[in-house]
């Protein structure tokens, strides 16, 4: 899809988008204690939205990036804890050969000082994938009690975004 953009000098100048695509959880996931992949439930999201470009592509919580390039991944995890919680946490994890091996880039927590209380944990990353054959993303939770991650099929609340903004 070709954008025009206005340049200082006043000057048109068109430009072309590269990727941008959303992926969610559409249902809650009752999670016991300890550190997980978010492994199941996703679904690319498509309520009043297209995704632009190939896409990634998702295999048991494994993300596939569809070409090289500099991407910025932002991702939201929402969830109900019935009991405090001195953390939750949001994990990115890389493997650069093909899912044999990941790698922690970005970690982010937020607590739950009440019981029966909502929590989010949002994070962003930024990756350079030189190679799409062997660049991999799947991301990881951690929680110090029981708590039920949040999806829907109609709102976005654990969801993570790719979004594809330079070339390599």
Do not use: H
Request: hydrophobic content about 35%; aromatic content about 16%; proline content about 1%.
């Amino acid at each position: 899809m070709a954008l025009t953009k206005v340049l200082e000098n006043g000057m048109f100048d068109e430009f072309t988008a590269g990727e941008l695509d959303i992926w969610y959880k559409t249902a809650n996931e009752s999670i016991s204690t300890g550190t997980n992949v978010l492994s199941s439930g996703w679904s690319r999201w498509a309520t009043e939205w297209e995704k632009i470009g190939t896409g990634m592509t998702e295999s048991s919580g494994v993300f596939t990036f569809p070409s090289t390039g500099k991407w910025r991944i932002l991702g939201n995890l929402t969830g109900y804890a019935s009991s405090a919680s001195n953390y939750n946490g949001l994990f990115f994890e890389v493997s650069t050969d093909s899912g044999s091996n990941f790698n922690v880039r970005n970690q982010q927590y937020q607590s739950s000082p009440a019981s029966n209380a909502y929590f989010g944990v949002s994070a962003t990353g930024f990756l350079d994938v030189t190679n799409a054959s062997t660049f991999r993303v799947r991301f990881q939770y951690q929680f110090a009690t029981s708590v039920t991650v949040s999806g829907s099929s109609d709102s976005l609340r654990t969801y993570f975004a790719f979004e594809k903004i330079a070339d390599t």
